[in-house]
Nanobody, 122 residues
Framework: QVQVVESGGGLVQPGASLRLSCTAS????????MGWYRQAPGKEREHVATTTSDGVTTYADSVKDRFTISRDSYKKMVYLQMNNLNPEDTALYYCSARCRIGKGWGFWENFWGLGTQVTVSS
């Protein structure tokens, strides 16, 4: 009973910025890494950015210096600030959260949202 919900997508022109948000809710003991992935039409899902619970971040080479991932662990939220967007960034963006659930010490499981569409077009 964990839900992951993304928001913030939209249609923007090249060079514009967008900020995606993702929240995890439900019976969660703790959250480990949270990240963003994207899938463009006809392509496989690819990693965009990840942040650990300690704040260590990793980025795909294609978004380095343009995208910034951050998280608010208290609110169980992760954000993706996307600057200088270009048409190649057009995709359905998914949020992923690795959560510890269950009873006692629980166990770890990955959860995904349904995605938020980002379209970059003039």
């Amino acid at each position: 009973q964990v839900q992951v919900v993304e928001s913030g997508g939209g249609l923007v022109q090249p060079g514009a910025s967008l900020r995606l948000s993702c929240t995890a809710s439900g019976s969660i003991i703790s959250i480990g890494p949270m990240g963003w992935y994207r899938q463009a039409p006809g392509k496989e899902r690819e990693h965009v950015a990840t942040t650990t619970s300690d704040g260590v971040t990793t980025y795909a080479d294609s978004v380095k210096d343009r995208f910034t991932i951050s998280r608010d662990s208290y609110k169980k939220m992760v954000y993706l600030q996307m600057n200088n967007l270009n048409p190649e960034d057009t995709a359905l963006y998914y949020c992923s959260a690795r959560c510890r659930i269950g009873k006692g010490w629980g166990f770890w499981e990955n959860f995904w949202g349904l995605g938020t569409q980002v379209t970059v077009s003039s």
